[in-house]
């Protein structure tokens, strides 16, 4: 599967929109936050490396890993992300 370069206006954070999902249940601030920007600034590549995963909702996208770099690409002022997309999996699945 390949990445796809999704505008970050049409992803939403898991805040439990999705049945069988329940929201995500990470949140890093202060020191690991400003580490996760910094990181993201100096290496932006890596992005590529490990991309938001995300699932198709509505015409948009809930992302279900990386909603700390969705927020920290939002500050940075990106416009797109590289996101992994997941179309046809169950809840249990999304889990795993």
């Not at 890093?28 to 991309?51: F, G, T």
């Amino acid at each position: 599967m390949q990445a796809q370069h999704i505008e970050l206006s049409k992803l939403s954070p898991n805040d439990g929109q999705i049945d069988g999902l329940p929201k995500n249940p990470r949140f890093i601030r202060d020191e690991k936050y400003a580490a996760l920007v910094k990181s993201i600034q100096d290496d932006p590549e890596m992005l590529e490396l490990r991309e938001l995963i995300v699932y198709t909702l509505r015409g948009n996208f809930v992302v279900i890993a990386g909603n700390m770099r969705l927020r920290a690409l939002n500050e940075l002022g990106y416009k797109k992300a590289p996101c992994k997309v997941l179309d046809e999996v169950t809840p249990l699945k999304k889990l795993k």
